[in-house]
Every structure is written in structure tokens, then in C-alpha cells.
């Protein structure tokens, strides 16, 4: 992989994709960026789904009427400055609501709509190491706003199913297609198999046969743990609430798989 997040003097943009809910996109989205300021790096997270759980879990100020993504997507000379929220010293949210699927459908018929969420994004580029973008389980204008907006691409998901894979195909064929048409896409970094069962064979067979498929593409899983539900609710990443469990070793393993190792002194 050749885009890392510290070779950029401005940030790094990492979709988090995939059109299946519950594949751990969100939790994906909160916990990298856990554990990229742990590194010290800047996070902007990006509330792309109009379910907005992010959101909801991690700030308790309603949205403004005028302070969803999706009205800055709509009318981009806004910029989306004003709309962001600090979460913590090294962390802000550009916070979600239903406003991006009125986005969406407001501009069904303009094919550049979808390439306004990079605009937006590069004119807060430079106050951020990393923007990660959390996205809505839909094939849909949030799969590809994130696929044109990003640098990289990270497609959690689950194994042992057929519809796990078929998903994962899909955002594949989408980023091929954009590929082809010349857009500049997000490079797909890693498959990240997440919330995984070491002790189900059916999901230990699963993982074998991605990793037979996509060979290093595929990154080290993400523990099931019942960890990740108490940092969520304590409003902490796992890497900060739980630091010496399995689930945070593998997502530091995939903030250091998108970012080359310190210099030696
Ligand atoms: N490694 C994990 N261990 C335990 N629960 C997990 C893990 N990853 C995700 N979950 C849970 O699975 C559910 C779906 O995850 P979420 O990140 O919301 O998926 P998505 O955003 O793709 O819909 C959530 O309740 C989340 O807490
Ligand atoms: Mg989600």
C-alpha cells in the first residue's frame, strides 16, 4: 500500500465501507481513530449514515437543523466548518443526521453529487491527520461519496456467510466501476474481518477462505469482545478503556497497517 497516513502533510481520508449494517462499520470508524490518537494523530470521524449512530453515541447536543452533513453536501459553499464538534483533544465529529439521505435524493439527477463530500472535505483537510468516514450500509450515494472523498478504504466484515461476501464483492465492482470511468478512488486497503468468533468454525472457515482469496489484503480480525460495547457507552475507544485487551492490539495492528513505522532515531 502506497498512501499512508503520515506521508501526507494534510490528512489521510479512510472510508469505512460496506452495504451490510451490522458488519462493524461505526465501530470500526470510532475505534481506528481511537487508536490513531493514541498515535498522537488528529481525527476528524465523518457521520455519513443517516441512522447517525455515531452521533447519537458519542455527543449529546442535538443537531442543529442546519449542522448535518448532508445540508452541507446540499449547499457546499457552506463548507462544513461550523458543523463540527470537538469530541476530545485529538478528536471531532462532523456529526450525522437524516439530512444526507435528503441529499441524496436532491441531487438523484446530478451525477457530480455524490464528489461534493470531497470538496467539502478537503478545505478542513489540513486541521486533521486522519478523516474517517463512517458510512450507511446502502450501495448507495454514501458508498460512493466515501469512495470518490477517500485516500484509502477499509471494508469490515463478517465471515462465514455468503451474503458477507456477496457484500464485499459489490463494494469491489463499485470501486472498479468508478475506476474505470476515471474517477480517483479510494484504494481499498484492507478487509478487516471484524467481530469474529475464533470459536465458530463456520466464521474460522470463512476467515480461510477470504484470506485464500484476498491474500494480504486481509487484515488481522477484530475479536468478538463484549469490550467493545463498554467502551462505546463509556464514550471511549478500546484502545484508551481497555488498552491491554486482544480487541485493542488488533485495531493498533490496523492503525499501524495504514501508517509506516516511527523513524529510529
Ligand atoms: N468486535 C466486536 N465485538 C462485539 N461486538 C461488536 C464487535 N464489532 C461490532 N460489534 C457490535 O455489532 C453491532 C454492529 O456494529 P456496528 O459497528 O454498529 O455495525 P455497522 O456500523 O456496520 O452497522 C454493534 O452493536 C456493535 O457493538
Ligand atoms: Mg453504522
Known amino acids: 500500500m502506497t498512501v499512508r497516513v503520515a506521508d501526507h502533510p494534510r490528512a489521510t481520508t479512510i472510508a469505512i465501507l460496506g452495504r451490510k449494517g451490522g458488519s ?35 455527543s449529546d447536543a442535538p443537531v442543529p437543523p442546519d449542522g448535518g452533513i448532508g445540508t452541507r453536501i446540499a449547499e457546499p459553499a457552506r463548507g462544513l466548518r461550523d458543523s463540527i464538534r470537538s469530541l476530545g483533544p485529538l478528536l ?12 441524496a435524493n436532491a441531487l438523484a439527477q446530478n451525477p457530480a453529487g455524490p464528489l461534493r463530500l470531497r470538496l467539502l472535505l478537503d478545505e478542513v483537510a489540513a486541521d486533521y491527520d486522519a478523516v474517517i468516514l463512517d458510512t450507511a450500509p446502502l450501495l448507495g450515494f454514501t458508498q460512493t ?18 451474503q458477507d461476501i456477496d457484500a464485499l464483492v459489490d463494494i469491489f465492482a463499485l470501486q472498479e466501476e468508478l475506476a474505470r470511468f476515471r ?5 481499498i486497503a484492507a478487509i478487516l474481518p471484524s467481530n469474529f468468533h ?7 472457515d470463512g476467515l480461510a477462505a477470504l484470506r485464500a482469496s484476498y491474500g494480504d489484503l486481509i487484515a ?14 463509556a464514550r471511549a475507544p478500546v484502545v ?26
Open 92 to 103: 471531532d465529529l462532523a456529526p450525522g443526521d437524516r439530512s444526507i439521505e435528503a441529499a
Open 240 to 265: 484508551a478503556n481497555s488498552p491491554r485487551s486482544g480487541v485493542a492490539a488488533a485495531f493498533r495492528a490496523l492503525a499501524s497497517r495504514l501508517q509506516p513505522a516511527p523513524a529510529v532515531p
Open 198 to 204: 475464533a470459536d465458530e468454525a463456520p466464521q474460522r
Open 145 to 162: 461519496a466515501a469512495l470518490l472523498a477517500g485516500d484509502l478504504a477499509i471494508v469490515p466484515t463478517r465471515t462465514g456467510a455468503q
Open 24 to 58: 462493524a462499520k461505526s465501530t470500526t470508524a470510532y475505534n481506528l481513530a481511537g487508536a490513531l490518537i493514541a498515535d498522537g494523530r488528529r481525527c476528524l470521524l465523518v457521520d455519513l449514515d443517516s441512522q447517525a449512530s455515531l452521533t447519537r453515541a458519542l
Open 183 to 187: 474517477f480517483a478512488t479510494a484504494a
Open 220 to 233: 488481522e480480525p477484530i475479536p468478538h469482545s463484549p469490550l467493545i460495547e463498554r467502551a462505546i457507552n
